[in-house]
Protein backbone atom coordinates (compact mmCIF):
# COMPACT_ATOMS: atom_id res chain seq x y z
CA UNK A 1 0.00 0.00 0.00
CA UNK A 2 1.66 3.56 -0.83
CA UNK A 3 1.78 5.66 2.03
CA UNK A 4 2.94 9.22 1.84
CA UNK A 5 2.92 10.69 5.80
CA UNK A 6 4.15 14.57 6.24
CA UNK A 7 5.61 15.58 9.68
CA UNK A 8 7.60 19.19 11.44
CA UNK A 9 4.15 21.28 10.88
CA UNK A 10 3.43 23.30 13.71
CA UNK A 11 3.95 26.61 15.07
CA UNK A 12 6.50 28.98 13.80
CA UNK A 13 7.28 32.47 14.35
CA UNK A 14 7.22 35.28 11.17
CA UNK A 15 10.39 35.26 9.98
CA UNK A 16 11.77 31.95 11.02
CA UNK A 17 12.39 28.66 9.08
CA UNK A 18 11.17 25.57 9.57
CA UNK A 19 11.78 21.54 7.79
CA UNK A 20 9.08 19.45 6.70
CA UNK A 21 9.23 15.92 5.79
CA UNK A 22 7.12 12.61 3.91
CA UNK A 23 7.93 9.29 4.56
CA UNK A 24 7.32 7.40 1.89
CA UNK A 25 6.97 3.66 2.05
CA UNK A 26 4.65 0.68 -0.07
CA UNK A 27 6.25 1.73 -3.47
CA UNK A 28 9.65 2.50 -4.79
CA UNK A 29 10.43 5.68 -3.86
CA UNK A 30 13.44 6.75 -6.24
CA UNK A 31 11.12 5.99 -9.02
CA UNK A 32 8.98 8.59 -8.89
CA UNK A 33 8.93 12.28 -9.35
CA UNK A 34 7.52 14.00 -6.16
CA UNK A 35 5.37 17.32 -5.44
CA UNK A 36 4.86 19.82 -2.60
CA UNK A 37 1.24 21.12 -2.45
CA UNK A 38 -0.04 23.13 0.21
CA UNK A 39 -3.68 25.11 0.85
CA UNK A 40 -3.68 27.80 2.82
CA UNK A 41 -7.35 27.80 5.14
CA UNK A 42 -10.47 27.96 3.34
CA UNK A 43 -8.42 28.60 0.38
CA UNK A 44 -7.64 26.19 -2.92
CA UNK A 45 -4.29 24.04 -3.69
CA UNK A 46 -1.23 25.96 -4.98
CA UNK A 47 1.21 23.61 -6.24
CA UNK A 48 5.00 24.48 -4.52
CA UNK A 49 7.49 22.21 -6.57
CA UNK A 50 8.34 19.00 -7.38
CA UNK A 51 11.87 17.35 -7.43
CA UNK A 52 13.09 14.05 -10.00
CA UNK A 53 14.22 10.88 -9.04
CA UNK A 54 18.21 11.46 -8.70
CA UNK A 55 17.54 15.37 -7.44
CA UNK A 56 18.99 16.52 -10.84
CA UNK A 57 15.46 18.20 -11.67
CA UNK A 58 13.64 20.44 -9.16
CA UNK A 59 11.01 23.09 -10.14
CA UNK A 60 9.07 25.85 -8.19
CA UNK A 61 6.56 28.11 -8.55
CA UNK A 62 7.97 31.02 -9.60
CA UNK A 63 6.78 32.61 -6.09
CA UNK A 64 8.04 30.59 -3.91
CA UNK A 65 11.59 29.50 -5.73
CA UNK A 66 13.69 31.72 -3.38
CA UNK A 67 11.86 30.77 0.03
CA UNK A 68 11.61 27.25 -0.54
CA UNK A 69 14.09 24.09 -0.84
CA UNK A 70 12.82 20.75 -1.98
CA UNK A 71 15.16 17.99 -1.31
CA UNK A 72 15.04 14.02 -0.90
CA UNK A 73 16.97 11.35 0.65
CA UNK A 74 16.40 8.05 -1.62
CA UNK A 75 17.92 5.99 0.77
CA UNK A 76 15.40 7.15 3.55
CA UNK A 77 12.57 7.28 1.25
CA UNK A 78 11.86 10.76 2.41
CA UNK A 79 11.03 13.73 0.86
CA UNK A 80 11.66 17.33 2.42
CA UNK A 81 11.05 21.02 2.33
CA UNK A 82 12.46 23.33 3.81
CA UNK A 83 10.88 26.81 3.99
CA UNK A 84 12.35 30.17 4.87
CA UNK A 85 11.25 33.66 6.07
CA UNK A 86 7.87 32.33 6.97
CA UNK A 87 5.08 35.05 7.00
CA UNK A 88 1.91 35.00 7.60
CA UNK A 89 0.60 34.00 3.86
CA UNK A 90 2.62 30.59 4.21
CA UNK A 91 -0.17 29.15 7.07
CA UNK A 92 -1.39 26.07 5.33
CA UNK A 93 -1.92 22.53 5.25
CA UNK A 94 1.23 21.14 3.57
CA UNK A 95 0.89 18.01 1.34
CA UNK A 96 3.38 15.89 -0.21
CA UNK A 97 2.15 14.03 -3.34
CA UNK A 98 3.76 11.14 -5.84
CA UNK A 99 3.93 11.63 -9.63
CA UNK A 100 2.53 8.94 -11.03
CA UNK A 101 2.79 8.16 -14.49
CA UNK A 102 2.30 6.22 -17.63
CA UNK A 103 5.48 7.38 -19.10
CA UNK A 104 4.75 9.56 -20.91
CA UNK A 105 2.13 11.84 -18.58
CA UNK A 106 2.93 12.31 -14.97
CA UNK A 107 -0.53 13.40 -12.25
CA UNK A 108 -0.47 13.52 -8.39
CA UNK A 109 -1.94 10.17 -7.60
CA UNK A 110 -1.03 9.76 -4.28
CA UNK A 111 -1.17 11.94 -1.65
CA UNK A 112 -0.32 12.50 2.15
CA UNK A 113 -2.91 13.51 4.99
CA UNK A 114 -0.91 17.14 5.10
CA UNK A 115 0.66 18.77 7.81
CA UNK A 116 -0.69 22.14 9.23
CA UNK A 117 1.88 25.23 9.48
CA UNK A 118 0.46 28.48 11.02
CA UNK A 119 3.02 31.17 10.96
CA UNK A 120 2.13 33.63 14.07
CA UNK A 121 3.74 35.34 16.68
CA UNK B 1 2.36 31.77 -15.35
CA UNK B 2 -0.32 29.92 -16.88
CA UNK B 3 -3.90 30.46 -15.17
CA UNK B 4 -6.66 28.22 -15.07
CA UNK B 5 -9.67 29.82 -14.42
CA UNK B 6 -12.70 27.19 -13.29
CA UNK B 7 -16.47 28.08 -13.31
CA UNK B 8 -18.83 28.11 -11.26
CA UNK B 9 -17.47 28.69 -8.25
CA UNK B 10 -20.26 26.67 -6.58
CA UNK B 11 -23.58 24.70 -7.38
CA UNK B 12 -26.35 23.79 -5.69
CA UNK B 13 -27.28 20.27 -7.22
CA UNK B 14 -29.69 17.11 -6.23
CA UNK B 15 -28.82 13.51 -6.20
CA UNK B 16 -29.28 12.49 -9.59
CA UNK B 17 -28.27 16.15 -11.50
CA UNK B 18 -25.84 15.42 -14.23
CA UNK B 19 -23.20 18.17 -13.13
CA UNK B 20 -21.17 20.46 -15.68
CA UNK B 21 -17.74 22.12 -14.74
CA UNK B 22 -15.69 24.18 -16.36
CA UNK B 23 -11.81 24.82 -16.68
CA UNK B 24 -10.21 27.63 -18.74
CA UNK B 25 -6.40 28.13 -19.30
CA UNK B 26 -4.88 31.14 -20.21
CA UNK B 27 -3.32 29.80 -22.80
CA UNK B 28 -3.06 26.81 -24.86
CA UNK B 29 -2.23 24.11 -22.42
CA UNK B 30 -2.98 20.86 -24.92
CA UNK B 31 -4.26 18.08 -23.08
CA UNK B 32 -2.43 18.42 -19.82
CA UNK B 33 -5.28 18.57 -17.61
CA UNK B 34 -6.15 16.92 -14.62
CA UNK B 35 -9.21 17.13 -12.37
CA UNK B 36 -8.93 16.15 -8.52
CA UNK B 37 -11.88 15.58 -5.90
CA UNK B 38 -11.28 17.44 -2.70
CA UNK B 39 -14.17 16.42 0.30
CA UNK B 40 -13.98 18.69 3.21
CA UNK B 41 -11.19 16.92 5.60
CA UNK B 42 -9.45 15.06 3.19
CA UNK B 43 -6.41 15.14 0.77
CA UNK B 44 -7.15 15.66 -2.84
CA UNK B 45 -8.15 12.46 -5.22
CA UNK B 46 -6.97 12.17 -8.73
CA UNK B 47 -10.14 11.76 -11.06
CA UNK B 48 -9.19 12.02 -14.54
CA UNK B 49 -5.75 12.46 -16.18
CA UNK B 50 -4.38 14.28 -19.23
CA UNK B 51 -8.53 15.45 -19.71
CA UNK B 52 -10.43 12.60 -20.50
CA UNK B 53 -8.43 9.18 -19.13
CA UNK B 54 -10.37 7.90 -16.04
CA UNK B 55 -8.24 6.97 -13.13
CA UNK B 56 -7.75 3.57 -11.85
CA UNK B 57 -11.44 2.78 -9.77
CA UNK B 58 -12.96 5.89 -10.42
CA UNK B 59 -16.36 5.42 -11.59
CA UNK B 60 -17.63 5.71 -15.13
CA UNK B 61 -20.01 8.84 -14.22
CA UNK B 62 -17.14 10.83 -13.79
CA UNK B 63 -15.52 12.60 -17.53
CA UNK B 64 -13.42 15.01 -18.38
CA UNK B 65 -12.98 16.42 -21.89
CA UNK B 66 -11.28 19.40 -23.99
CA UNK B 67 -8.45 20.36 -24.89
CA UNK B 68 -6.01 23.46 -25.97
CA UNK B 69 -7.65 26.30 -23.43
CA UNK B 70 -11.53 24.82 -23.07
CA UNK B 71 -11.89 22.16 -20.38
CA UNK B 72 -15.06 20.51 -19.34
CA UNK B 73 -15.62 17.64 -16.16
CA UNK B 74 -19.13 16.35 -16.01
CA UNK B 75 -20.52 13.94 -13.27
CA UNK B 76 -23.25 12.29 -15.40
CA UNK B 77 -25.65 11.22 -12.12
CA UNK B 78 -24.76 13.28 -8.61
CA UNK B 79 -24.07 10.62 -5.59
CA UNK B 80 -24.15 12.33 -2.42
CA UNK B 81 -21.15 11.00 -1.73
CA UNK B 82 -19.74 13.26 -4.53
CA UNK B 83 -20.20 16.43 -2.66
CA UNK B 84 -16.66 17.90 -2.65
CA UNK B 85 -14.54 20.49 -4.27
CA UNK B 86 -13.61 19.55 -7.85
CA UNK B 87 -9.91 21.25 -9.17
CA UNK B 88 -8.27 21.60 -12.39
CA UNK B 89 -5.02 21.67 -12.50
CA UNK B 90 -2.67 22.50 -15.76
CA UNK B 91 1.10 20.59 -16.26
CA UNK B 92 1.82 21.99 -19.66
CA UNK B 93 4.04 24.78 -18.13
CA UNK B 94 4.91 23.92 -14.49
CA UNK B 95 1.85 23.42 -12.65
CA UNK B 96 -1.35 25.32 -11.72
CA UNK B 97 -4.46 24.53 -10.07
CA UNK B 98 -7.94 26.23 -11.01
CA UNK B 99 -9.63 27.99 -7.71
CA UNK B 100 -12.44 24.98 -7.59
CA UNK B 101 -16.00 24.23 -7.68
CA UNK B 102 -17.76 23.52 -4.92
CA UNK B 103 -20.80 21.13 -5.21
CA UNK B 104 -22.97 21.91 -2.79
CA UNK B 105 -26.84 19.99 -2.19
CA UNK B 106 -29.63 21.46 -3.24
Known amino acids: EVKLVESGGGLVQPGRSLKLSCAAS????????MGWVRQAPGKGLEWIGEINQDSSTINYTPSLKDKFTISRDNAQNTLYLQMSKLGSEDTAIYYC??????????????WGPGTMVTVSS | DIVMTQSPTSMSISVGDRVTMNCKASQNVGSNIDWYQQKTGQSPKLLIY???NRYTGVPDRFTGSGSGTDFTFTISNMQAEDLAVYYCMQSNSYLTFGSGTKLEIK
Open chain 1, 97 to 110: ARRGTTRVYWYFDF
Open chain 2, 50 to 52: KAS
Open chain 1, 26 to 33: GFSFNDYW
